[in-house]
């Protein structure tokens, strides 16, 4: 049971576009950064976004990042079939001292 | 380009000890946080424990509070995580992560798996 709550699954189609929703608290979203992870397969994770926006560099302007009270949404523009990976928010959880990731959300690009 | 390289899993009876090294090069080791991330065979990603640039704080998930310890060496650009009594549930491949900034992991590990198993 992960302090953030992703859908398990989304999909959509090539050169669509796709929002995963990451939800938690006060004391986590509420207050802290919200970054984003994509994990291809047998791979370690790679950092989209940091700061609930902000892109580092190399990492295209297809992917995007908002954050509003409690809750976080990574978009993905233009979907390519390369996008097709699992995908986790992670933040602070400032009651538990503790860093804390969602379930994760495995993207299918039809 | 940033280079994080895990070394020291492997397979340990339940109740054992392991110690994880992560070797830092290419960046100012001592200037940045540090973090360990574990993940399960098929399962999400599990946040383990953060140290500070300077190791003056520390910060482990309950999971495993009490039996893992991080540790840092400055001076030889590495990071530690020293693993007592494991459990079958300790099995994973665990990650070390350097903190950009506000707990975001810019750079990671090829990760290196640890069982626990009898």
């Known amino acids: 049971q992960s302090v953030l709550t992703q859908p398990p699954s989304v999909s959509a189609a090539p050169g669509q576009k796709v929002t995963i929703s990451c939800s938690g608290s006060s004391s986590n979203i509420g207050n802290n950064y919200v970054s984003w992870y994509q994990q291809l397969p047998g791979t370690a994770p790679k950092l989209l976004i940091y700061?609930?926006?902000n892109r580092p560099s190399g990492i295209p302007d297809r992917f995007s990042g908002s954050k509003s009270g409690t809750s976080a949404t990574l978009g993905i523009t233009g979907l390519q079939t390369g996008d097709e990976a699992d995908y986790y928010c992670g933040t602070w959880d400032s009651s538990l001292s503790a860093g804390v990731f969602g379930g994760g959300t495995k993207l299918t690009v039809l | 380009q940033v280079q994080l390289v895990e070394s020291g899993g492997g397979v340990v009876q339940p109740g054992g000890s392991l110690r994880l090294s992560c070797a830092a090069s290419?960046?100012?080791?001592?200037?940045?946080?540090m973090h360990w991330v574990r993940q399960a065979p098929g399962k999400g990603l599990e946040w383990v424990a953060f140290?500070?640039?300077?190791?003056?704080?520390?910060y482990y998930a309950d999971s495993v509070k009490g039996r893992f310890t991080i540790s840092r060496d400055n001076s030889k650009n590495t990071l530690y995580l020293q693993m007592n009594s494991l459990r079958p549930e300790d099995t994973a491949v665990y990650y070390c992560?350097?903190?950009?900034?506000?707990?975001?992991?810019?750079?990671w590990g090829q990760g290196t798996l640890v069982t626990v198993s009898s």
């Open positions: 992560a350097k903190e950009r900034s506000n707990r975001a992991f810019d750079y």
């Open positions: 700061d609930n926006n």
């Open positions: 290419r960046f100012t080791f001592s200037s940045y946080a």
């Open positions: 140290i500070r640039y300077d190791g003056s704080k520390t």
